[in-house]
């Protein structure tokens, strides 16, 4: 149980492009989902915290026009990076849970890499 | 400011042995801690959540310690096998907040 399926798994475009990817919790609704990125040999920083229904919340430092987050349902978050540029190449990856204090699960991320 | 310190140096030891992986962290109080493994090129995948008011966990092969005082926690894989080989972040949250606070992670390499 409590799969979370996160796609594409890689995506490589040109400067430019807006790319979005879905994070979808197969077989659990999901209170939250959260947005992470992470660089070679780092830590997973938080981008934004996704409710459904509601805006999302944005850690400090990340553009909210540059990363879109929508969370239409309870089953599905979605991340658009807007205008994508190679600096904003990296690994990006999803987790849902059902609450505070509960373990988060994880989608198997989304390698970016802009050209 | 929060701050979560695992050893970034690869921890290599052979089959069998148990492993031991630390987390510290200061400025802060959570009241869980979580611990996660990471396959390269994969999401973390959850293995132990232990509360501030316990001292100790244990899944199959793996225990989690919990000392509030020292602010630290204890990862132990007793029996180690080459599958277990993979990096190893502890995560630490709040009640009030859905956050959860992630270390940078530490890869354990368990020689056959």
């Known amino acids: 149980g409590a799969v979370v399926s996160q796609h594409p798994s890689r995506v490589i475009c040109k400067s430019g492009t807006s790319v979005k990817i879905e994070c979808r919790s197969l077989d659990f609704q999901a209170t939250t989902m959260f947005w992470y990125r992470q660089f070679p040999k780092q830590s997973l920083m938080l981008m934004a915290t996704s409710n459904e229904g509601s805006k999302a919340t944005y850690e400090q430092g990340v553009e909210k026009d540059k990363f879109l987050i929508n969370h239409a349902s309870l089953t599905l978050s979605t991340l658009t990076v807007t205008s994508a540029h190679p600096e904003d190449s990296s690994f990006y990856i999803c987790s849902a849970h059902t609450g505070v204090g509960q373990p988060q699960h994880f989608g198997d991320g989304t390698r970016l890499s802009i050209l | 400011s929060q701050k979560i310190e695992q050893n970034s140096e690869a921890l290599n030891i052979q089959e069998g042995k148990t492993a031991t992986l630390t987390c510290n962290y200061t400025?802060?109080?959570?009241?869980?801690l979580q611990w996660y493994r990471q396959d390269p090129g994969r999401g973390p995948v959850f293995l132990l959540l232990?509360?501030?008011?316990?001292k100790e966990k244990r899944k199959e092969r793996l225990k989690v310690t919990f000392d509030t005082t020292l602010k630290q926690s204890l990862f132990h894989i007793t029996a180690s096998q080459p599958a277990d080989s993979a990096t190893y972040l502890c995560?630490?949250?709040?009640?009030?907040?859905?956050?959860?606070?992630f270390g940078s992670g530490t890869r354990l390499l368990v020689r056959p």
């Open positions: 995560a630490l949250g709040g009640d009030s907040s859905y956050k959860l606070i």
């Open positions: 232990i509360r501030e008011n316990e």
């Open positions: 400025n802060y109080s959570p009241a869980y």
